[in-house]
């Protein structure tokens, strides 16, 4: 019986074993990225906060791959948005993001919040639309330029966040430094308030427009935009390559209806190393052959065009996705 009763034993503990294989090794074949049963194909895409824009568009992207792609099971994922976005992919934690062009070309560059810190194993798939620059203030103010920011307050976005650098650069194009002006690093949601209450005289912001917290503005106060000149555009654009020409339309703002020159940097698709060249051409084919239900997600999405898609590419594209853009 001693002699049964141990041989049970060894043979419970081996077959207790040979399950937690299995499940290992099942659960290492289900992961982001990977082909799972039945010849699925997994992959995260990483967006932004709920209320933001990147989500509803990240899900409806979502949404076109699994009914365009067989074996595909694409899910969207609410994140910290660009930067972390980033990081994730580096990670492997999402497979496919959206993010801004310039906060990509830091990552690849090693330039910015990346200083130290470059990231290799990203590809572009496709720009999406503009978010556009905005220096705002209000008209009682009396400042109609950029030049005349010297030694105003300006809130000029969180400290270290893409929206500062976007601020920073285009300050400099005007031979201005942060030393010209009394700088506070707000967010806009902070500046905004900051501008309402009298505490800044201008507050800049990076959002596709019109922006809510703007509108939100300039529906208790008279606004103005402050326009970014051609020339110091041009200069820009030359010196950092993920910058756009954008014109704001007369009326966007309630109360202001001058057309203003500014500059973009545009929203972008990109992957992580998971997503090879076939891959990458059968993404950029579905979502480019749906853009009526990326349009529907959200009022950005109808800046979202085939003739486009290569506007800004700040980093080497994904094969697969040039090929399927360069047949167009």
């Given amino acids: 019986m001693k002699f049964q009763f141990h041989s049970i034993k060894k043979m419970l503990a081996a077959g207790l074993l040979a399950v937690a294989a299995v499940t290992v090794v099942a659960g290492c074949g289900g992961g982001s990225g990977s082909q799972g049963g039945g010849g699925k194909q997994f992959l995260n895409i990483g967006t932004g906060g709920t209320a933001g824009t990147y989500y509803p568009i990240g899900g409806a992207m979502a949404e076109i791959l699994n009914e365009n792609i067989e074996g595909m099971n694409a899910s969207a994922q609410s994140t910290g948005a660009s930067v972390a976005n980033i990081n994730m992919l580096k990670d492997g934690e999402v497979d496919l993001a ?37 220096f705002v203030t209000l008209d009682s103010s009396g400042i109609k330029k950029i030049s005349d920011l010297k030694g105003k307050r300006v809130a000029v976005g969180a400290a270290g966040s893409g929206a500062e650098a976007n601020a920073r650069q285009i300050l400099a194009a005007y031979g201005i430094t942060y030393d010209d002006i009394q700088v506070q690093y707000l967010s806009f ?20 427009y019109p922006t809510a917290s703007v509108q939100d503005i300039s529906s208790q ?12 555009a041009e200069a820009l654009i030359q010196k950092y390559p993920f910058y756009t020409k954008t014109t704001i339309p007369a009326g966007t703002y309630a109360g202001f209806d001058e057309t ?9 698709l990109v992957a992580g190393e998971k997503v090879n060249d076939k891959l990458g ?15 529907a997600s959200h009022a950005v999405g109808k800046l979202i065009s085939v003739e486009n898609a290569q506007k800004g590419m700040s980093i080497d594209m994904n094969a697969g996705a040039k090929k399927f853009f360069d047949e167009q």
Wanted: charged share 25%; aromatic share 8%; hydrophobic share 40%.
């Fill in 260 to 268: 203003v020159d500014s500059v973009s940097v545009m929203s972008m």
């Fill in 98 to 134: 959206i993010v801004q062009n310039d906060i990509t070309y830091y990552a690849v560059n090693g330039t910015e919040m990346f200083k130290d810190n470059k990231v290799d194993n990203i590809k572009g798939i496709a720009a999406l639309y503009p978010e556009t620059c905005q």
């Fill in 281 to 295: 051409y059968d993404i950029a084919k579905a979502l480019f052959t749906h853009l009526d239900r990326l349009a």
């Fill in 221 to 232: 106060n008279k606004i103005r935009l402050l326009p970014v000149d051609k020339d110091k």
């Fill in 189 to 208: 949601g902070e500046g905004a308030s900051a501008l309402k209450d009298g505490n800044v005289d201008a507050a800049f912001l990076t959002a596709g």
